[in-house]
């Protein structure tokens, strides 16, 4: 039947095979919705931009409701109905006040099972995404990450912007998204999550009630394919900006990878959100060449990515790599001492936790867990795992960080 899988998240599977999750706690404020294995490496070629265009237009009306409608299905009770699309994944979800679970359940329903993606509304939102595409393209330090991403992947299915095309989003028509929907959104590629204080029975009853006549084969329209190891590349793009931006990156094992939890300490160790992070602490607090960098991974299902942005004065740029080379290089060639380790372990540990207590955050990793997983591990699973790792295991995980094994994009 049900598996607990700690104290508060419980598992079931719907007749149609549709996997969900649900995690009970007592707030005044509950969530739903729908993790989807499909994101913009599943784009056709020719339709690059389809998983966020359907993404957007999913709203435009189904058999049972206009856009009108479902634009204030949740609105009228305060709630709000969003998505967002990944390379990877979807999230099609809505948070309203308790009480409206069943609301939000048929209205998601309707959107992935009876969505008509009318051509007039098509064009509308075709117009929106496409702002959508030049506004990004404005903001250098957000679009030098997509740029990085087609650098490193160039020539597969990682390798182009979540966006799209302008060119590609003009040709794409409502049959396209249709079977988009279709092939992808079914029931063995998605996962239901909510998140509320009723109990898990009456929100796998309101599940089955609701989301038992999907019943689709999967079909991707690409089957994806790991991107091919690529030697560093070192690229610059003149863009005549008052500020240099700069990506410094290295390729990684994969989201499942059994060096993924001392990975993400090594991330947080070089440049995580802590002021007294190496990269923060070398780079701004002691010589004031940076106002921004930061340190982030990108992972997916057969591949990862490290990144290092930062923004400098044009004069400093060669100067701050140096120094993101060296800190780089040090943890490579240095063990750190047991007593350095765990300070930077402990630190770490609170962050996740102090995440780890938002609702939302709850929500979105539920279904992604579920998802690519088939289980909800307790974030003392993570901590337990980060505590655990040795300066040893840190060393070695830094050798593949090492400066030499980094490409580099400057937009400058």
């Known amino acids: 039947m049900d598996d607990i899988i700690h104290e508060n998240a419980f598992v079931h599977t719907l007749s149609n095979g549709l996997r969900m999750v649900h995690v009970r706690n007592h707030a005044l404020v509950s969530w739903c919705g ?18 966020h265009f359907v993404e957007h237009t999913i709203f435009k009306g189904t058999t049972h409701r206009k856009a009108w409608h479902i634009l204030n299905r949740m609105e009228n009770v305060g709630g709000e109905l969003n998505a967002y699309t990944t390379k990877e994944n979807t999230m099609l979800y809505s948070v309203f006040p308790h009480g409206h679970e069943e609301r939000a359940m048929q209205l998601i329903a309707d959107l992935v099972g009876w969505s008509t993606f009318p051509p007039a509304e098509l064009d509308r939102e075709r117009e929106v995404v496409t702002e959508e595409v030049m506004s990004y393209r404005d903001t250098p330090a957000e679009a030098i990450f997509d740029d990085f991403e087609d650098l490193e992947f160039a020539g597969s299915q990682l390798g182009h912007n979540i966006l799209g095309l302008e060119k590609d989003l003009g040709n794409i028509t409502s049959g396209d998204c249709s ?20 109990k898990p029975e009456r929100m796998f009853l309101l599940a089955e009630k609701h989301f038992s006549f999907l019943n689709h084969p999967l079909s991707r329209p690409m089957p994806r394919v790991t991107p091919a190891m690529k030697e560093p590349v070192h690229d610059t793009c003149p863009m005549q900006l008052h500020q240099c931006h700069t990506l ?37 607090e002691r010589k004031g060449l940076v106002y921004t960098v930061e340190s982030s991974l990108a992972r997916y299902t057969d591949c990862a990515l490290m ?16 120094i993101v080379a060296r800190t780089l290089n040090e943890l490579a060639d240095k063990q750190l001492s047991e007593r350095k380790l765990n300070d930077f372990k402990q630190q770490y540990c609170g962050q996740l936790l102090v995440a780890a207590d938002s609702t939302e955050f709850i929500a979105m990793n539920a279904g992604k867990n579920l998802l690519y997983w ?9 901590v337990q795992h980060i505590m655990g790792i040795t300066p040893e295991q840190l060393r070695t995980a830094a050798q593949a960080i090492a400066y030499d094994r980094c490409s580099t994009l400057t937009f400058t």
């Open 307 to 322: 990144q290092i942005y930062f923004g400098c004065d044009h004069q400093h740029q060669q100067k701050v790599l140096d």
């Open 34 to 51: 729908l993790t989807v294995d499909a994101g913009s490496r599943d784009d056709p070629h020719g339709q690059f931009g389809l998983a």
């Open 179 to 198: 079977r988009y929907l279709k092939q992808l959104y079914v029931p063995s590629n998605m996962v239901l999550f909510s998140v509320g204080p009723e």
């Open 374 to 382: 088939n289980k909800t591990p307790h974030i003392a699973h993570t």
């Open 248 to 284: 410094v990156g290295v390729r990684l094992p994969s989201m499942f990878s059994e060096e993924r939890f001392t990975l993400s300490l090594l991330n947080n160790i070089v440049g995580g959100p802590g002021m007294n992070s190496l990269l923060n602490l070398n780079l701004r």
